[in-house]
Nanobody, 127 residues
Framework: QVPLVESGGGSVQAGNSLRLSCTTV????????IAWFRQVPGNAREFVAA???????EYADSVKGRFTISRDNAKETAYLQMDSLTPEDTAHYSC?????????????????????WGRGTQVTVSS
């Protein structure tokens, strides 16, 4: 069992939507900032979106206006709503949790900020 569990991935056609979920396991959800990263084999891991403990959000330029990150502390779950998907969004998506995300010390876009990672979920978008 890992601290974070993703779900909601799958295969869709371009223009459709998916909603990814990230549920904590054994973590105090409200105490962490949550981020989504994605990675294509052979490429570097790419920041997608983050939501801080105070619910402030940050997005990569490539997904801004199409993706929405949110959190439900009562359900101990973070979400990534992905609209207007394109084949370029195809990747393995992982969620991550870090303490004090977005502070001067811990950049929300840096993988080193996040202590806990889920195994990820695959998103495949066809033309």
């Amino acid at each position: 069992q890992v601290p974070l569990v993703e779900s909601g991935g799958g295969s869709v056609q371009a223009g459709n939507s998916l909603r990814l979920s990230c549920t904590t396991v054994g973590l105090t959800f409200y105490g962490y900032g949550i981020a989504w990263f994605r990675q294509v084999p052979g490429n570097a891991r790419e920041f997608v979106a983050a939501i801080k403990r105070n619910s402030n959000t940050e997005y990569a330029d490539s997904v801004k206006g199409r993706f929405t990150i949110s959190r439900d502390n009562a359900k101990e779950t973070a979400y990534l709503q992905m609209d207007s998907l394109t084949p370029e969004d195809t990747a393995h998506y992982s969620c991550a949790a870090g303490w004090d995300v977005g502070s001067t010390m811990w950049s929300s876009t840096d993988t080193s900020t996040y202590r806990y990672w889920g195994r990820g979920t695959q998103v495949t978008v066809s033309s």
